[in-house]
């Protein structure tokens, strides 16, 4: 089942700017990941928040979680060319699996 | 320490061949997972393995597909009689399996590419 839904499915910006990328997910969750995967190559945990966390930092990564909403948004601030990949969520589902989102494909124009 | 490896990195066959896909999770890991990636999508779960158990098979396709996690040495996940369709990139992750979802780490990916 498509767990995470991400929007938008593309996101073109400048070098310098934030980029925000959302996440929606249909079921309770006990936590909420957000992988990045650069062009054929494999994935990268970035950060992970639990479900009774709001807001989580990393660097310049800032996660919020809605769980009202049922959704989850990933902000990179001064955005850098070296920050284009795609970006994925996963919720856990049951058991130990991850249930990924379509992705959003970023690119930072230098 | 090494993270999880997966060979081959690239692997053609032809319609019909088999394909058998290594993964040597990281040390001290006892849970494996493998997911299938089509172009421009997500990843999709196939099976969760424990140390010679199938745990949950619920994303593998009914037939062609079988997954092992044997005692010794590395899963593999084999597909017989593969089929175009079948081309896609097929990522392995392990974890403790302390916590639900949690300290997974991936390989960078068998890409499957069937002619």
């Known amino acids: 089942s498509q767990q995470g839904e991400e929007d938008p499915q593309a996101l073109s910006i400048q070098e310098g700017e934030n980029a925000t990328m959302n996440c929606s997910y249909k079921?309770?969750?006990?936590?909420l990941q957000w992988y990045r995967q650069n062009s054929g190559r494999g994935l990268v945990h970035l950060i992970l928040?639990?479900?009774?966390?709001r807001e989580k930092h990393s660097g310049r990564l800032r996660v919020t979680l809605d769980t009202s909403k049922k959704s989850s948004s990933l902000l990179i601030t001064a955005s850098r060319a070296a920050d284009t990949a795609s970006y994925f969520c996963?919720?856990?589902?049951?058991?130990?699996?991850?249930?990924f989102g379509q992705g959003t494909r970023l690119t930072i124009n230098p | 320490n090494a993270g999880v490896m997966q060979n081959p990195r690239h692997l053609v066959r032809r319609r019909g061949q088999e394909a058998r896909l290594r993964c040597s999770p990281v040390?001290?890991?006892?849970?494996v997972y493998w997911y299938r990636q089509l172009p421009e999508e997500g990843l999709k779960f196939m099976v969760y393995?424990?140390?010679?158990?199938?745990?949950?098979e619920s994303g593998m396709p009914k037939e062609r597909f079988s997954a092992e996690f044997p005692k010794e040495g590395p899963s593999i996940l084999r597909i017989q009689q593969v089929v175009r369709g079948d081309s896609a990139a097929y990522f392995c992750?392990?974890?403790?399996?302390?916590?639900?979802?949690?300290?997974?780490?991936f390989g960078s990916g068998t890409r499957l590419t069937v002619v």
């Open positions: 992750a392990s974890s403790p399996g302390q916590e639900r979802a949690l300290g997974y780490t």
């Open positions: 079921t309770s969750i006990n936590n």
């Open positions: 928040i639990r479900s009774n966390e």
């Open positions: 996963a919720t856990d589902e049951g058991a130990q699996k991850l249930v």
């Open positions: 040390k001290g890991h006892s849970h």
């Open positions: 393995l424990q140390k010679e158990n199938i745990i949950d």
